[in-house]
């Protein structure tokens, strides 16, 4: 059993100040996918001496301190092979890295913010559709596919505490809320929701405003996503929404 960890850490040195080592090393998973780390190689470069049994392999951002996923890894968990989308307009932000096992796919995307007043929707829709193709593309080579991160995205009212107040909201666009529908029409499945259908108030990211976190005032925009074909191996799906040190928590999935 593998463990597959996606976690938004909103700055990486941010979250080694506030005891990401720590969990690490009392969890142990085996994958651990980061989303907005928010560095560059000469600014995390101690962190794996730190990080004992795991290799780190980082995907920045050109701008420094903006965006970039980094995925951490121990000897069971070591991919065959690492590579980014392959698409410039996302990987000059450090959007995905593609994590490839002897017969699956672990994607770690970390999925654009729309902004107010739509301001990068366009941008992120085009997102959203550009790894999607890629995925199938995987997928019809005959592999499975795990796609994890943060997608920015609560797909359906049970996602989010305040759906009605938050329709127009970024995050939670109908055009965005369409563009998962696209992923589960393609044959793609959210592990958590589909083991825990119906049930409110499971959420991954909180507003720093407000007192949200401990009101559970929140939204879930962290998924693992898997293909049909590779669904039955996902075992367990579970939030981790006490582990802090970001204004996100960590998500996992447990898979053969």
Known sequence: MLTLVTWNVNGLRAAVRNGFLDWLGQAKPDVVCLQEVKAQAEDVDGLLLAAEGYEMALHSAERKGYSGTATLFNKRGAPQNIRPMGVRRFDEEGRVQLLE????????????????????????????????????KIRRSGRGVVICGDFNIAHKDIDLARPKQNRDNPGFYPEECAALDAYARAGYVDVFRQQHPGEPGHYSWWSYRGNARANNVGWRLDYHWVDKAFHPRAKRAYILPGVTGSDHCPVVLEVE
Not at 102 to 128: I, Q
């Open 101 to 136: 096992y002897a017969d699956f796919t672990l994607v770690n995307a970390y999925f654009p913010n729309s902004r107010p007043e739509r301001a990068r929707l366009d941008y992120k829709l085009d997102f959203c559709k550009t790894l999607r193709a890629l995925c199938n």
